[in-house]
């Protein structure tokens, strides 16, 4: 018995939050996040590298800029190269050499955003293969299938995802439906040791739907939640209550990941409401049209009135591009190679990184809201630009902006 | 004129055609060097296609010249004339030395725009008609620290007329004269290296006229132009080149244009040729393929037979085949593998075992093959890292065939009967690319 016990080894949790500070005056925290590859530090924005890589950027140049995790895409990858093929090149990791952290959602998103064919019923999302037409079904198991073999450090539950435009009864058949559909995703996952399974709260922009589901999942012990729902096209004004209702109500030790949320704005009023995980295709999409995100908004490099601007993207900016090369540079080479959206891909990474680095940096050092008040000041002209929900969600959150 | 310090040292001339050597005191301070056999690093505007400083420092032993085109170039004049402190400053090119074409190698220009007074040159708004004081201007402003002269060399084409070919020779003279006449008034081209354009097209005499009329002229070195790889086949090209270089002197370079391909560097280098664009790398990119062919010269002729063998034998069953895109398969060279196809799905081996790039250090053919169903940007920049680092691994091996009289063997690896016309044709092959080690 002695012997047998012996190889009985306690697996400790793939998952260990540390809060390191936390900010007196709004709900905002600082934590380390302990997960299987690397402590991810928190707030953190994580890029989104869709099919298995960030568009044009290598794994070395993302661990360059810092980055600690990322996003892959079930649905994409689930589809090309499938999960078979991953499970034989050493999961999502092996495949794309990336030795640090990765996040993978369920695959639900894309169902409902870009296959227009999909059913959704109690057993799962039923759609169409956009490559061989076939009728395929994105049940909860089958999705957790799927990110067991691409072996991502977090897995998102499947959710049934309602845009958050709707009103009406499908909303809060949603929510439930999500509830069981998160228990069948706790029950098919066969990695609990080494993958961690998010849950997603839904409840659209209704408080008591919300607050049910809340309730409802953080009975279930998953090692952290999602705020999902949000981020499509429902107003600011409700957004933000909704992103403070749900900060609310989950657990002050597990990380809370709001879903779809990268602009540099949102990214700071939803840290001062205490979330610590983002993810955005915003940044990296943007980029490849030439646009780079800075302090005071953005820049359109392909612009014509940047063809003789011989300073840097951001004279304040450390990345490699910044470092090397000049706007005009930049505006020439957009038409003469592909490499002018690495150069702006890269900026946009590290901006955002960068910006998540000096809140966490503000938070720990206990000057937290007057970054956020130099921030506002050097993002927008005036303050009478300020966005009202930006005023009424710091407000909340006892900031004041000036 | 006030010339620059560029200098070829012979080290070994073999077989009295291929030679071997240094090219020195490159560059406005003259501290730069590159080695011949070699070729020129080829860039759209400055950059290598796909990559930023960071991925192309992944690759050790860059040559020190970079090549620039004024296909780029010259629709940016007036920001450059703005700026003021020339092209290298502007791209964010450090210690490297310039080089500046008229044309861009990987593309065929439209032809029927050329005039005795111009030739044009096709940037992203559009065609760019350049006088011999438009191109002078356009060479003050980029402040290269070598380039060619003007040149007409729209003699590729196989209709063209001896009367065309005579023109195109009489007119780069007159090009040659007027731009030396002007770099010698200029300041800002002091200590600037000009090479003369040998043209002639497919007619022997008019490349030797071309070539000694040319010679005549104090120039640093000579451009072959004419003599693309879409032009002519290697015999003949091959002819032209030795006659050409029979007129020029020994000790000034020799740089051919719009050649490329391993095949034929190495035929052109037996007949006296020094210096190359790398433009052949990229294109293997763009059509989603990975050089791999051997150019393993170790020691062990008992072996290289044997693995001849085995090349055959591999190439004998790679006949049955995925889905090939058509348009890759005209193409596409059996120096190469076609990585969309389906048998790399699984392939979890490199693209080259043995390779010491980035890319085949970090990842393996079944990603690519991801990255290239799925369209995703990586597939260029990996691809273009290997095989930029393949086709320079290759030149460091003809120079090392010729330091130790080992052509011959570097011949039969390059020079593969699989490799002549009817591959192309007749199906994918690894060919040249079963994959085994190799030195590179």
Redesign the interface.
């Known amino acids: 018995l002695a012997a047998r016990c012996s190889r009985v080894t306690l697996k400790s949790s793939p998952l260990t939050l540390r809060i390191v500070a936390e900010c007196p005056v709004t709900k905002a925290r600082v934590c380390d996040l302990i997960l299987p590859h690397c402590t991810v530090n928190t707030p953190v924005f994580m890029p989104v590298g869709t099919?298995?890589?960030?568009?044009?950027?290598?794994?070395?140049?993302l661990e360059?800029l810092g980055c600690q995790i990322c996003l892959g895409n079930t649905y994409?990858l689930g589809m090309?190269?499938g999960p078979d093929?991953i499970e034989?090149?050493n999961d999502l990791h092996g495949?794309?050499?990336w030795k640090r952290n990765l996040l993978t959602d369920s695959g639900g998103f894309q169902m409902v955003s870009l296959v227009e064919l999909s059913e959704v019923t109690e057993e799962g999302v039923k759609f169409k293969s956009p490559y061989d037409g076939k009728e395929i079904l994105l049940s909860p198991e089958k999705s957790i299938s799927i990110q067991n073999s691409l072996g991502s450090d977090i897995m998102m539950q499947l959710d049934d995802v309602v845009s958050s435009t709707v009103t009406g009864p499908r909303v809060e058949e949603a929510m439930h439906r999500s509830v069981r559909w998160l228990d069948r995703c706790i029950a098919a996952n066969k990695n609990p040791h080494k993958q961690n399974l998010f849950a997603i709260i839904q409840g659209g922009l209704n408080s008591k739907l919300r607050k049910a589901c809340l309730d409802e999942m953080t009975k279930r012990d998953v090692p952290g939640f999602a705020i999902g729902g949000l981020s499509g096209g429902e107003e600011k004004d409700d957004f933000w209550r909704m992103v403070t209702l749900s900060t609310d109500h989950l657990p002050r030790e597990k990380p809370r990941y709001l879903m779809g949320v990268g602009y540099a704005v949102d990214l700071v009023v939803c840290v001062a409401l205490g979330c610590d995980m983002f993810d955005c295709v915003f940044p990296t999409r943007t980029a490849r049209f030439g646009s780079a995100l800075v302090p005071w908004g953005s820049l359109q490099v392909k612009q014509k009135q940047y063809?003789?601007d011989?300073q840097p993207i951001d004279p304040d900016c450390q990345c490699?591009?910044c470092k090397?090369?000049?706007r005009?540079?930049l505006h020439?080479?957009f038409?003469?190679?592909?490499?002018?959206?690495?150069?702006v891909t890269?900026h946009n990474i590290s901006y955002q990184l960068t910006l998540m680095r000096s809140v966490r940096q503000s938070i720990m050092e206990g000057r937290f809201p007057e970054f956020i008040q130099s921030f506002m000041k050097r993002m927008f002209p005036s303050r009478d630009q300020y966005p009202s929900w930006t005023v009424d969600a710091l407000a909340s959150v006892n900031i004041t902006l000036q | 004129m006030a010339g620059g310090r560029m200098q070829l040292e012979l080290s070994r001339v073999v077989q009295g055609r291929s030679r071997l050597g240094v090219l020195k005191g490159l560059g406005r301070t003259g501290q730069h060097s590159l080695e011949v056999p070699g070729c020129l690093l080829y860039t759209h505007f400055g950059t290598v296609p796909h990559l930023t400083q960071d991925t192309l420092h992944t690759l050790r032993n860059l040559p020190s010249v970079t090549q620039v085109t004024l296909s780029n170039i010259a629709e940016h004049q007036e920001v450059l004339e703005e700026f003021k402190d020339g092209f290298r400053k502007f791209a964010g090119l450090h210690d490297t030395v310039v080089y500046c074409s008229l044309h861009d190698p990987a593309t065929l220009c439209p032809t029927g725009y050329t005039t005795n007074k111009t030739v044009s040159v096709w940037g992203s708004g559009g065609r760019i008609e350049l006088t011999v004081a438009k191109f002078m201007a356009l060479q003050k402003t980029v402040q290269p620290d070598w380039y060619q002269s003007m040149a007409d060399g729209e003699t590729w084409q196989n209709s063209t007329s001896r009367k065309r070919v005579r023109k195109s020779v009489d007119r780069t003279l007159a090009h040659l004269d007027e731009c030396l006449l002007v770099h010698q008034k200029s300041q800002e081209l002091d200590g600037v290296e000009v090479f003369g354009v040998v043209e002639g097209g497919d007619i022997l005499e008019e490349r030797v006229r071309s070539a000694r009329e040319t010679a005549k002229r104090p120039v640093a070195g000579f451009c072959l132009d004419g003599l693309q790889t879409a032009s002519m086949d290697q015999r003949l090209r091959t002819q032209l080149i030795t006659a050409v270089n029979k007129e020029l002197p020994e000790d000034k370079p020799r740089l051919l244009q719009g050649v490329g391909r391993p095949d034929e560097v190495l035929a052109c280098v037996e007949a006296g040729v020094d210096l190359f664009e790398s433009f052949f790398p990229f294109q293997v990119t763009e059509r989603g393929c990975a050089l791999c062919f051997s150019f393993d010269i170790s020691p062990d002729p008992e072996r290289a037979v044997l693995e001849l063998s085995e090349e055959k034998d591999a190439a004998g069953d790679t006949k049955q085949n995925g889905d090939l895109n058509h348009d890759d398969q005209t193409q596409m060279t059996s120096f190469e593998i076609n990585l969309k196809d389906k048998r790399y799905q699984d392939d979890f081996r490199p693209l080259v075992e043995g390779c010491g790039c980035y890319c085949c250090k970090n990842h393996q053919r079944a990603y690519l093959h991801h990255l290239l169903v799925t369209n995703e940007l990586l597939a260029g920049v990996l691809l273009m890292i290997h095989n930029t680092s393949h086709y320079h691994g290759f030149f460091s091996a003809l120079r090392e065939a010729l330091a130790k009289d080992k052509l011959d063997l570097l011949k039969t690896r390059i020079f593969n009967p699989l490799n002549f016309t009817d591959a192309t044709k007749t199906g994918m092959k690894d060919g040249l690319c079963a994959s085994r080690p190799h030195t590179g």
Do not use: C, E
Request: no cysteine.
């Open positions: 099919q298995g890589t960030l568009k044009g950027i290598t794994v070395d140049q360059d994409h090309r190269p093929l034989k090149a495949f794309m050499n063809a003789k011989f490699p591009t090397r090369h000049s005009a540079y020439a080479l038409k003469s190679d592909t490499a002018a959206m690495h150069h890269i």
